[in-house]
């Protein structure tokens, strides 16, 4: 491992996101940027039957235009929950890893989470846990609008609506099984929960393989 990273929070990110958490020597997400909508920091991407399919976490409409990251809340006005665990295991349920895994991620879908970043925040830790990344991960004091010269800033670099193969030109998605494959061809860079519930302890592999 090598180098510093700065990345936004991400919700279930990408794998894409996760490759470069696991090649960074140390990780500082950033907790003090204004929030943006329709990113990561909210939204993640999971392969069902029918495809593709896009889930987002409600959160709570700040009374001002601009709203700090961390003051975010999650909105419980609709149960999003039941509804994206329920989605999460109609996708799983018969991918390699499901069982032995759900016990860990259940919990994020039953505990009531005031802040998304505390959402993030733990959840991601948790992953990395999983996945075996042993890069420090740390959160920033202030807002870093000009990081120094040694920490690649991707904040606004993983992002949905982004062309990854034009805007990260050292992340390489590394093909591997997935549930609908045969439908549906290879997805890449969906959330790190489809490979890690269809490659399990070997998730690692296709991570460190997946960088310049």
């Known amino acids: 491992m090598s180098?510093?990273?700065l990345v936004s929070q991400a919700c279930f990110?990408?794998?894409q996101y996760f490759v470069h958490l696991g090649k960074a020597g140390k990780a500082t997400i950033e907790k003090h940027s204004n929030y943006q909508r329709q990113t990561y920091r909210n939204r993640?991407?999971?392969l069902g039957a029918n495809g593709p399919l896009t889930l987002s976490v409600p959160v709570e409409k700040g009374k001002t235009v601009k709203v700090k990251d961390s003051q975010i809340k999650i909105a419980y006005h609709s149960n999003w929950q039941a509804n994206h665990w329920r989605s999460i295991v109609s996708a799983y349920n018969s991918s390699p890893f499901f069982q032995f895994y759900r016990d860990d991620i259940e919990p994020f879908f039953s505990k009531?989470?005031?802040y998304l970043f505390d959402f993030n925040l733990e959840s991601t830790r948790l992953l990395c846990e999983l996945l075996g990344i042993e890069t420090e991960i740390v959160v920033s004091d202030d807002f870093l609008k000009n990081p120094?010269?040694?920490?690649l800033d991707l904040r606004e670099v993983i992002h949905p609506k982004k062309n990854f193969r034009k805007v990260?030109?050292?992340?390489?998605?590394?093909p591997y099984k997935q549930v609908f494959d045969e439908r549906h061809g290879f997805i890449p860079n969906l959330s790190i929960l489809d490979l890690l519930f269809n490659k399990g302890p070997?998730?690692?592999l296709v991570l460190n393989s997946g960088i310049k």
């Not at 120094?148 to 920490?151: F, K, Q």
């Not at 030109?169 to 590394?174: K, L």
């Open 202 to 204: 070997e998730a690692l």
């Open 44 to 46: 993640y991407h999971i």
């Open 13 to 15: 990110g990408p794998v």
């Open 168 to 174: 990260d030109s050292t992340f390489i998605p590394v």
């Open 148 to 151: 120094p010269n040694d920490v």
């Open 112 to 114: 009531k989470y005031t």
């Open 3 to 5: 180098g510093q990273i």
